[in-house]
């Protein structure tokens, strides 16, 4: 019976359209009349209190009408009626697993629906990911059904699924840290140090790269700078005095090792980190002598928070340099290991960043 409901629906013949969905670029006019329908009407006063985001979108799937929660999840842009449903999003949903979106809303075996993962990036604000569920809306007509359009309801995931994606790779910091000698308060500070340095270049023009989104991946990819060191023989890792020429070789493969863990994370800023914080800006660094924006923005700066650290902290070999010395250290590789930008954004934060290492600083060593 209800196979038959949905074989008379002629608008759905249209949907044809969709298979390219550049054409549907070419709107023509809005008709918003479809508003006024009874069933609308009722469906729309419900929805505009709803405290999830709901939009109502025509058979183009342009965008008739939005409730308020939609523009406080997604920002104001794109959100008006007029524009497409996917202008909001980076694109049109995946299709990885079951039904693409075109053949979803075609197809009767769906009840010509959707359900979805949309994801929304804005240089202003962290990106967004949300689950879509888009819903067929028909209204009765002289015992008529009249395909009227869709509805389309939200569901933020975005912080469930950086819980989920994060916690896998967390516990992988925690067993690489199980052989290395660093402290967690090392790692903790280099996440610190980063979060600070993209957080000023963030008001300076020459970097537009550096977004929320940019703070928010660097702090917690920076302490993953050496998870390869998971693949660092342990006698090499944790050898008293001078390294050979050759362990040094298998010392530096940490990077290459950590390239290929962190390639798995879902953001290029991963791998990046791992294979390019021993990177200097004259390209006399490892693996791949890169040299100057050859390197990553994201491990110039960890590059940099990471040595600065390494200076300050007591090892059994060495004693740690007090703030200062380490400051003029750093100053004095500008333009050889580290980028000049780089370090004049870390000499401005020096009083904040002397204050990082003191919070974070490590127990003394008992006897
Ligand atoms: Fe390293
Ligand atoms: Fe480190």
């Given at each position: 019976m209800e196979e038959d409901f949905f074989a008379?629906?002629?608008?759905?013949?249209?949907?044809?359209?969709?298979?390219?969905?550049?054409?549907?670029?070419?709107?023509?006019d809005l008709d918003v009349?479809?508003?006024?329908d009874p069933f609308i009407a009722r469906l729309i006063s419900t929805l505009d209190r709803s405290s999830l985001p709901f939009l109502l979108i025509d058979t183009s799937l342009r965008i008739l009408w939005r409730n308020d929660a939609f523009p406080r999840m997604f920002g104001m842009e794109s959100c008006d009626a007029g524009n497409h449903l996917f202008d909001p999003f980076d694109g049109v949903p995946g299709s990885?697993?079951?039904?693409?979106f075109t053949e979803a809303i075609k197809s009767p075996e769906t009840g010509f629906s959707y359900r979805g993962r949309v994801q929304s990036s804005d240089p202003h604000r962290l990106t967004l990911q949300a689950n879509m569920l888009v819903s067929p809306l028909f209204s009765e007509e002289s015992g008529h059904k009249v395909h009227l359009g869709y509805s389309v309801c939200f569901d933020d995931v975005t912080e469930e699924n950086k819980n989920i994606l994060r916690g896998t790779f967390l516990s992988l910091l925690h067993a690489s840290q199980m052989k290395d000698n660093d402290t967690g308060k090392h790692i903790k500070r280099v996440g610190e140090y980063s979060r600070l340095m993209a957080k000023s270049l963030m008001e300076d023009p020459a970097f537009p790269e550096v977004t929320p989104e940019f703070i928010d991946n660097i702090t917690f990819l920076?302490?993953?700078?050496?998870?390869?060191?998971?693949?660092?023989p342990d006698d090499i890792l944790n050898k008293e005095g001078p390294l050979e020429p050759w362990e040094w070789d298998v010392m530096r493969e940490h990077t290459i090792n950590g390239a290929y863990i962190m390639a798995t994370y879902p953001h290029p800023m991963a791998k990046q980190i791992a294979l390019s914080h021993h990177e200097r800006w004259d390209g006399?660094?490892?693996?791949?002598?890169l040299s100057e924006e050859m390197i990553p923005l994201s491990a110039r700066i960890v590059a940099l928070a990471d040595v600065y650290d390494a200076l300050r902290m007591k090892r059994s070999y060495k004693e740690g340099f007090p703030h200062q010395k380490a400051m003029e250290i750093i100053q004095t590789s500008s333009e050889s290991h580290f980028d000049p930008a780089m370090v004049n954004c870390f000499v401005k934060l020096s009083g904040t960043i002397r204050e990082v290492y003191e919070l974070l600083k490590d127990e003394p060593e008992k006897d």
């Open positions: 008379d629906l002629e608008p759905l013949e249209t949907l044809e359209e969709l298979e390219n969905l550049e054409e549907l670029q070419d709107y023509g009349t479809v508003l006024e990885s697993s079951g039904p693409s920076a302490p993953m700078h050496d998870v390869g060191k998971i693949g660092t006399s660094g490892y693996p791949y002598n």
